[in-house]
């Protein structure tokens, strides 16, 4: 397991399947953003200890969007392509802007899916 903390961490597994865990919005923000390289099928980037949503009491999971954009709705997690690196970005506060960013450098071409993601 890899943990990114705070900070723009550059986060590398290298062979076999690894999960990387995240925290908090602020283990990897807009302005320090971490960097996930190396990833691929059997990789997992776990964020089920982020509470998704800042506007309600309790740990709220979030919601895989896809690539579309954010629809103001606080707990969304979109994942969008940008040359061949991914771009994972949540929305805790419903504001339509990230509050969540981290660079994935896929191998072999994986494209980020649902299944990617713990929640």
Known sequence: MLIGGAGADTLD???GNDTYSYGSIADSTST??????SFD???LLNL?????NSGTAG???????????FTH???????WQS???WVVEGDTNGDGTADLVITVQV????ALVAADFAF
């Open 83 to 85: 040359g061949s690196d």
């Open 13 to 15: 597994g290298g062979s």
């Open 73 to 79: 709705s606080a707990g969304e997690l979109r994942a």
């Open 32 to 37: 320090a953003h971490d960097t996930v390289k």
């Open 59 to 69: 740990n709220d999971a979030f919601s895989f969007i896809g690539t579309g954009a």
């Open 41 to 43: 099928t059997g990789h």
């Open 107 to 110: 191998a072999n071409g994986h």
């Open 48 to 52: 089920s200890a982020i509470d998704a």
